[in-house]
């Protein structure tokens, strides 16, 4: 079936890094635009980052910008996100999604979420 | 930088009819299209609008959205509610500049 499973979340020391994976199953991976949202304990959604189908057009939050990396690889139907240098505020569920085909590009394919706490 | 205000929370009984609003503070809310998510408690968020009034199959037709461009905000619409739909509910749209902008959400409580 149709479906996201993100893993590699866990607990990091300030200043650490960590690889997120997210698996796609279901449907045409390399056809889709996918994106990374966060939501911190208690806190809204907030969008992380986007990539086009092919990898080539990619787009950051400020609050990330210079410290995570996205990527994908269509062969393995995967998508990742390299976070570098995190810090408490990072803390958070993080979501992998698919960008829908519509017109207004709604998410319309979520993961379960895979949880970071950023902590000494 | 453009932001969309929610109300923190709303409520109503089973059976009413709430609407939970979504402002957009710069920038034409027509301009662009607006989305809204569902997420219960301890899940994942689903789309129950796209494209400011289309439904995904499933969603029932309970749910409904719109835009008054005269306050420049966007509005979902539960009517018949039910306990199910108690949950927060998250408005986003984009623009040129910012390409996806998340409502702060809203608590939905069914009384």
């Known amino acids: 079936q149709v479906q996201l499973v993100e893993s590699g979340g866990g607990l990091v020391k300030p200043g650490g890094s960590l690889r997120l994976s997210c698996a796609a199953s279901g449907f045409t991976f390399s056809d889709s635009y996918m994106t990374w949202i966060r939501q911190a304990p208690g806190k809204g959604l907030e969008w992380v980052s986007y990539?086009?189908?092919?990898?080539?057009?990619?787009n950051y939050a400020d609050s990330v910008k210079g410290r995570f990396t996205i990527s994908r690889d269509n062969a393995k139907n995967s998508l990742y996100l390299q976070m570098n240098s995190l810090r408490a505020d990072d803390t958070a569920v993080y979501y992998c999604?698919?960008?829908?085909?519509?017109?207004?590009?709604?998410?319309?394919?979520w993961g379960q979420g895979t949880m970071v706490t950023v902590s000494s | 930088n453009f932001m969309l205000t929610q109300p923190h929370s709303v409520s109503g009984s089973p059976g009413k009819t709430v609407t939970i609003s979504c402002t957009r503070s710069?920038?034409?809310?027509?301009?662009?299209?607006v989305q809204w998510y569902q997420q219960r408690p301890g899940s994942a968020p689903t789309t129950v609008i796209y494209e400011v009034n289309q439904r995904p199959s499933g969603v029932p037709d309970r749910f409904s959205g719109s835009i008054d461009s005269s306050s420049n905000s966007a509005s979902l619409t539960i009517s018949g509610l039910k306990t199910e739909d108690e949950a927060d509910y998250y408005c986003?749209?984009?623009?040129?500049?910012?390409?996806?902008?998340f409502g702060g959400g809203t608590k939905l409580t069914v009384l």
């Open positions: 999604a698919r960008v829908g085909t519509t017109e207004g590009g709604a998410f319309d394919i």
């Open positions: 710069s920038g034409s809310i027509a301009s662009n299209y």
């Open positions: 990539i086009s189908s092919s990898g080539t057009t990619i």
């Open positions: 986003q749209s984009y623009d040129s500049s910012n390409p996806v902008v």
